[in-house]
C-alpha cells in the first residue's frame, strides 16, 4: 500500500465548475501537508501548505484536512481553463523527503 | 527572487553513458532534494543534501549520486545509464527547519 494515494484521474469538468481533489494517506505521523500544481513538461508549484486539521482558504483555492480518517482534500472554485494541469499532493517524511501521490491530472473545458 | 534553476533542460544519452545534472537552488535556502519523476513511478525521493552533507537517501542504486558544493549548488550524477532512468529530474530547495520544498522546472533525461 502506498503512503499517499491519489486517484489519477483523468478528471474533466466545465468551466467554472467546482473541483474536488483528494488524497488519502496510511501514516499517522504525516502532520503537514501540500499541494503543487504540475504543467505539462513544468516542474511542480507549490499552491497550498497546511499543518493541522481543517480548512486553509487562499483565493479560489481552499485545503482540507481531515486527521480522523487520513483524508486531504483540495476545492477550486470557479474553475478555469489554465487550471487545466496535474495536482498533486504531497506529505514530508523528514530528511527533505516528500512523500507524494500519483497526481491527479485536471481538464477544465471552456 | 530568482527560483530554483536547473540546466540543462533537455538531455539525450545512450546506455552505459553518465551525465551530470546541475541545480541551484533558491538564495538562502541550503537544503537541497533531488527527485525522479516517471509515468509508472511517481515522484521518488533520491536524496538530500545540506551544508554539503548527504543526509537522506531514497531507494535508489549506487549508480545515482550527488554532491553539494559550499554555495549550496547541488549536482546529481548517474553513471551507467540504463534505459530505465529516462525520466525528469527534479530537484527542490528549502529553508532549514521548514518542511515546504520548492522545485526547479526539472531535467528531462531520455536515454536511447
Known amino acids: 500500500q502506498k503512503e499517499v494515494e491519489q486517484d489519477p484521474g483523468p478528471l474533466s469538468v466545465p468551466e467554472g465548475a467546482i473541483v474536488s481533489l483528494n488524497c488519502t494517506y496510511s501514516?499517522?505521523?504525516?502532520?503537514?501537508f501540500m499541494w503543487y500544481r504540475q504543467y505539462s513538461r513544468k516542474g511542480p508549484e507549490l499552491l497550498m501548505y497546511t499543518y493541522s486539521s481543517g480548512n486553509k482558504e487562499d483565493g479560489r483555492f481552499t485545503a482540507q484536512v481531515d486527521k480522523s480518517s487520513k483524508y486531504i482534500s483540495l476545492f477550486i472554485r470557479d474553475s478555469q481553463p489554465s487550471d487545466s494541469a496535474t495536482y498533486l499532493c504531497a506529505s514530508p517524511q523528514g530528511g527533505g523527503k516528500l512523500i507524494f501521490g500519483q497526481g491527479t491530472e485536471l481538464s477544465v473545458k471552456p | 527572487k530568482a527560483g530554483v534553476t536547473q540546466t540543462p533542460r533537455y538531455l539525450i544519452k545512450t546506455r552505459g553513458q553518465q551525465v551530470t545534472l546541475s541545480c541551484s537552488p533558491i538564495s538562502g535556502h541550503r537544503s537541497v532534494s533531488w527527485y525522479q519523476q516517471t509515468p509508472g513511478q511517481g515522484l521518488q525521493f533520491l536524496f538530500e543534501?545540506?551544508?554539503?552533507?548527504?543526509?537522506n537517501k531514497g531507494n535508489f542504486p549506487g549508480r545515482f549520486s550527488g554532491r553539494q558544493f559550499s554555495n549550496s549548488r547541488s549536482e546529481m550524477n548517474v553513471s551507467t545509464l540504463e534505459l530505465g532512468d529516462s525520466a525528469l529530474y527534479l530537484c527542490?530547495?528549502?529553508?532549514?527547519?521548514?518542511?515546504?520544498?520548492?522545485f526547479g522546472p526539472g531535467t528531462r533525461l531520455l536515454v536511447l
Open positions: 527542490a530547495s528549502r529553508r532549514q527547519r521548514q518542511e515546504t520544498q520548492y
Open positions: 543534501y545540506f551544508s554539503e552533507t548527504q543526509r
Open positions: 501514516n499517522s505521523a504525516f502532520q503537514y
